[in-house]
């Protein structure tokens, strides 16, 4: 399968963790995935709610910005082509630092269904 992520529709994620993403793949829209991805954007100050997977391994790839990972109380810094793996049951927590937008891919294994975002409401592009 093929995906652009230019042309997946951005979801708006509601108060007070305001934030953004766009579904790459999950079990949804690709049958039998073993993995799931989505590209994230927070804009400069956004804070995503703090969060934890049970069996699920989470690691960010940061496409663009500089973005403060919380893992366990330890604090990361993202900037371009760094990646985080957060393994599963680690509470973590993701804030946008920079003056820019802070853009990340998070890649969920296995697969985690991304229903979640898809219940976000439209962003306007």
Known sequence: MFFNKEELVEKKAPDPATRYAKII????????ATLSMAAFRFEPGQIGPKHVHAIEVEVYYCLKGRGMVIVDGEEFILEEGCTLYIAPGKYHETKNIGKEDFEF???????????????WDESIN
């Open 25 to 32: 793949f999950d079990n949804k829209t690709l049958t039998n």
């Open 105 to 119: 891919l998070g890649i969920f294994g296995p697969c985690l269904n991304l229903d979640f975002i898809r219940q």
